[in-house]
């Protein structure tokens, strides 16, 4: 699955004033992420997927795929905690010009490692395209433990995890005990130099959206191990990554790229833009960056 390795950026959804879909800007943000990205993820949380309409999701889906001028290869998000509704959803899909799908852990739920293990084993079997699992305790309430993670592993249609549990204990023993083909990704942008010291395949990234480039040069140091300049590349997010989800996903970021002249920072509710406290922060902090050598 080499192509999964290196970064995938999770794309937004640019909003309109009046909160349609911005078709424009998502064409702008196809071509600047394209300067970095290896694959593009549609429809993940930084996607603000739980508040866009069945319709709209078809219509971003296909416009991401019609509008892919490098052909890179592309990850749909399709999950949630209503197994048979997930299959239903599956059944229901254009695959065309989709590689893979992205698939979070059941949440609010609160599901055994048990129900976790079914719940994706039913997907993976019913999906025509492969399955990436994501891990997000922070926002499901539940950890999807490495001896799962190892289990569902050997399933013939599971080709890899984006890990966004923060414990890297967690994750090594994964990286050691893994098939080898079986992807493990960075769900922390921060950790995208950790990931690829341990043997992981790079990131799924929000700040990727606004800064590509930057990813690239840490995948590009990583390949040629040397994982000191990968970190060094690294370090100079640690000011902006913070302030990116003070106020939720994907907030931060579509302040930072309505800096960037690429889409407006109109988020839908029960997100809100950026407060004013919070633009601030994000505007120093990218004074700061750029300020620092790449």
């Known amino acids: 699955m080499k192509k999964f390795f290196g970064t995938g950026v999770a794309l937004v959804t640019p909003f309109l004033e009046d909160g349609s879909i911005d078709f424009k800007s998502l064409k702008k943000l196809l071509a600047h992420t394209a300067k970095g990205a290896d694959y ?25 795929v019609n509008n892919n001028t490098k052909g890179l290869p592309v990850v749909y998000g399709i999950g949630g905690n209503h197994t048979s509704e997930v299959i239903q959803t599956i059944k229901a899909t254009d695959f065309r010009g989709v590689d893979a799908i992205l698939s979070v852990s059941p949440y609010y739920n609160k599901p055994s490692q048990e129900g976790i293990y079914q719940h994706f084993k039913a997907i993976a079997t019913a999906s025509p395209v492969p399955v990436i699992l994501y891990n997000v305790p922070g926002r499901t309430a539940s950890n999807l433990t490495a001896a799962t993670t190892l289990r569902l592993a050997e399933h013939k249609n599971i080709i ?35 990931f690829y010291a341990i043997g992981g395949a790079g990131v799924i990234s929000v700040l990727a959206n606004a800064l590509p480039s930057v990813f690239n040069k840490m995948k590009v140091h990583a390949v040629n191990g040397n994982i000191l300049k990968s970190s060094l590349e690294q370090f100079r997010l640690l000011e902006i990554n913070g302030p990116m989800y003070e106020e939720g996903n994907p907030v931060g970021v579509k ?23 919070l633009q601030q922060k994000i505007k120093t902090a990218f004074d700061s960056y750029k300020s620092k050598k790449g």
């Open 40 to 64: 593009y993820v549609v429809l993940g949380t930084t996607g603000e997927s739980a508040t866009l309409t069945r319709e709209e999701k078809k219509q971003i889906i296909e416009f991401v």
């Open 160 to 194: 890899g995890i984006k890990e966004a549990s923060g414990n890297m204990e967690q994750c090594m023993n994964i990286a050691k005990n893994k098939p080898k083909d079986f992807l493990l990704i960075s769900g922390d942008d921060l950790l995208t130099s950790a």
């Open 255 to 277: 302040f930072l790229l309505d800096q960037l002249q690429i889409c407006s920072p109109e988020v839908r509710l029960p997100l809100v833009k950026a407060s004013l406290p």
